[in-house]
């Protein structure tokens, strides 16, 4: 078992054996060793993770990757061919939906259209059998949480989607439940809304510290947002779990790399140790220095993964990790300038702020980045 | 100039257009008129005045007043009522069953709906003689199996062997419609009425049963409608004492030439179906539109 500490690289966890956070006490979700076949076809492959009490575990992946399959499997919809799921100490594999004592988000917010607000509100408390003066407390107290309680008497259909999807997180949340599963729950808002939401949502597991959250998406910026620990899934298996950042810095695997944020995965060969944690590679003609926290052997051929922000211009002098590229398009989006190069025969990305006079097509730039931003991947990422 | 001419070619003139417009109406409206409201006309004036006598509703009150009438009506309330809520309980599962729950198969379930709906009614039944009568296959297998001297099963000519007739042959009319419904309710809110505890009855009566409803009382209304003039089935079980308004309008018309009373009773049926289809047109137009699913 390889539990994820406070060393970053660490935290980057392996690709297989059992992903873990470190937390201590109250409801966790466990996953162990869970598969799901429909016929055929096996859709999550020997998932083997556990997301601790209070934490928020975010799964991205493309479409079909398996992390949608995962909630319901938690959620109990789905059930496993093979493995157990675990809701803090109860072994829930056999239980019912009913039975499981969760609160579920998803995205098109599911709201009973014929009940008011403040009825979708007091669903669950009313299934779970909780008594009416506990209804008439916990209603209003969950609307306000999620700034609806001007909204109680009103249909879902008189209100808009941001809303509804707080009185879903409203309802989910009302019989305080052991453990919170949110299915892409801002994919159908649009990107102003859902930026706000993502605050929201933010701000909300900072009342609810205890509340231990399973959050499906395929927005990186969410999972980055919100999560304490990312897994990347992908045909069906992780392919990467660790800690959001260190996951971002240094993303295990190309896969990794290029769905978490924007990458430039240049190949690099040659690579030599230099000092802790780092090493030196050929890019072309130039010598780079990068970390190296996956410790990648002498002389092996490798990627050097270097984002497009944390590329800058360099100056006339000498800098370390410096490439010239000549420039191939210039694209202003507003609070960016994006920069596309060509070095070494390979296409980089830059992104800087706007710029009074950018540079032009055909113009020749030195650009550099800092060797502590830059990681290396080993080329044939590993399947977990 | 070339506009004016151009917008005089892209718009027809309105006299002509009401004209062409007439000439779309009159013709089905003169084919009603003869086929359908004249023949109404005649029993309306039949009921209310006979031929011979001055309009008078001494006739009618008779009419209504008879223990034949009141005991038809009697049957028609008591049948039409009861098939009604026979087929919406057994359309309600089985479309409930065929909806949500997943088996193989439920596909030819649908398409077996839709061919009752396209069959006529005597042959169901003909099929429940075969099968319930004297000498069908059940009270043939239970004389045979036990050695008795009557057929033990004799449900069939009486009341209830009318109302299980029309349960199974408009039940179809029910479930049309609410598996149309049913498969507008987003599964989504079926799971997570289950993640929020609620168990398989609660999800039925609070989520899927509202979601419902304007199905359920349109093809209720709709069942209602055709069992009050059901003539067919009754007709073909042959219920003894089961005399129910349409068989009374045969018997008055054609075996006692009794037109007058006969055509009393058909405008009380007449009157009875268009209440009870304006009870459906509006339950159509309440729930039809921007109020679906809401109840």
């Known amino acids: 078992m390889v539990d994820i500490t406070a ?306 211009f360099a100056g006339e002098g000498a800098v370390a990790n410096a490439l010239t590229g000549v420039v191939q398009s210039v694209q202003w989006q507003g609070d960016v300038h994006n920069i596309t190069l060509t070095a070494e025969g390979e296409s980089l990305r830059m992104t800087c702020v706007p710029m009074a006079v950018p540079p032009a097509l055909g113009d020749q730039l030195r650009v550099c980045f800092d060797p502590s931003e830059v990681t290396l991947v080993p080329e044939d990422a590993p399947r977990g | 100039m070339a506009d004016l001419a151009a917008h005089a070619v892209a718009s027809p003139r309105p006299g002509r257009s009401f004209r062409a417009g007439l000439l779309w109406v009159v013709p089905p409206l003169l084919v009603l008129l003869v086929l359908f409201f004249y023949p109404l006309s005649l029993i309306v004036r039949e009921a209310l005045a006979p031929e011979g006598e001055g309009a008078s509703l001494l006739h009618i009150e008779t009419v209504l007043r008879s223990r034949e009438f009141v005991s038809g009506l009697y049957h028609t309330v008591v049948i039409a009522g009861s098939a009604t809520a026979g087929c919406l309980v057994l359309g309600f599962v089985l479309s409930l069953v065929i909806a949500f729950i997943p088996f193989p198969g439920a596909p030819i379930a649908g398409r077996l709906i839709d061919m009752i709906i396209a069959l006529p009614t005597f042959l169901m039944t003909l099929a429940f003689t075969f099968i319930y009568g004297s000498a069908g296959l059940l009270n043939g297998l239970l004389v045979d199996a036990f050695h008795l001297e009557q057929p033990p099963v004799d449900f069939l000519y009486s009341q209830w062997g009318v109302i299980l007739a029309e349960i199974t042959v408009f039940t179809p009319f029910v479930m049309r419609p609410l598996l149309a419904a049913f498969s507008t309710i987003e599964p989504a809110q079926l799971e997570v009425a289950s993640s929020l505890g609620a168990r398989p009855f609660r999800v039925i009566r609070q989520i899927i049963l509202p979601a419902s409803l304007p199905a359920l009382l349109a093809g209720g209304s709709l069942c209602l409608l055709l069992t009050v003039n059901e003539f067919g089935i009754v007709l073909f079980i042959g219920a003894k004492d089961v005399i129910t308004l349409p068989m009374l309008v045969y018997a008055k018309a054609i075996q006692e030439f009794d037109y007058t009373s006969a055509c009393v009773i058909a405008v009380v049926n007449v009157v009875l179906s268009l209440g009870l289809y304006g009870l459906y047109r509006a339950i159509i137009s309440h729930f039809g539109g921007g109020n679906a699913g809401r109840v």
């Open chain 1, 7 to 312: 060393q970053e690289i660490e935290r980057c966890a392996p690709l297989d054996g059992v992903r873990t956070a470190s937390r201590t006490s109250g409801s966790r979700i466990g996953f162990e060793d869970v598969s799901v076949a429909y016929g055929g076809l096996t859709v999550l492959k020997s998932l083997t993770l556990t997301v601790h009490p209070g934490e928020i575990v975010a799964l991205i992946g493309p479409s079909g990757s398996g992390k949608t399959t995962a909630l319901r499997v938690v959620a109990g919809f789905v059930r496993p061919s093979s493995g157990r799921i675990m809701i803090g100490d109860r072994d829930v594999t056999d239980l019912a939906p009913y039975d499981r004592q969760i609160g579920m988000v998803v995205q098109n917010y599911a709201l009973f259209p014929h009940m008011r607000v403040e009825d979708n509100v007091a669903f669950g408390l009313q299934a779970q059998g909780a008594p009416r003066d506990v209804i008439r407390q916990r209603v209003p107290e969950c609307l306000a949480m999620v700034g609806m309680s001007a909204y109680g008497k009103r249909y879902p259909r008189e209100l808009s989607g941001g809303q509804q999807q707080r009185v879903a997180i409203a309802r989910a949340l009302a019989p305080k439940p052991q453990v919170l599963l949110l299915d892409e729950p801002l994919s159908a808002l649009d990107t102003q809304i859902r930026r706000a939401m993502i605050d929201e949502i933010a701000k909300l597991h900072h009342d609810l510290p205890d509340l231990t959250v399973l959050y499906v998406t395929h927005d990186q910026t969410e999972a980055l947002t919100l999560a304490n620990h990312i897994g990347i899934m992908r045909d069906g298996e992780m392919q990467a779990f660790g800690e959001a950042q260190a996951l971002f810095r240094h993303p295990p695997t190309r896969f990794a790399a290029e769905f978490l944020g924007r990458a430039n995965l240049l190949s690099v060969g040659g690579l030599t140790a230099a000092g802790p944690g780092e090493a030196r590679v050929r890019f072309g003609g130039a010598e780079l220095l990068a970390r190296n926290p996956h410790n990648l052997p002498e002389g092996r051929d490798c990627l050097l993964c270097v984002r497009p922000h944390h590329m800058r």
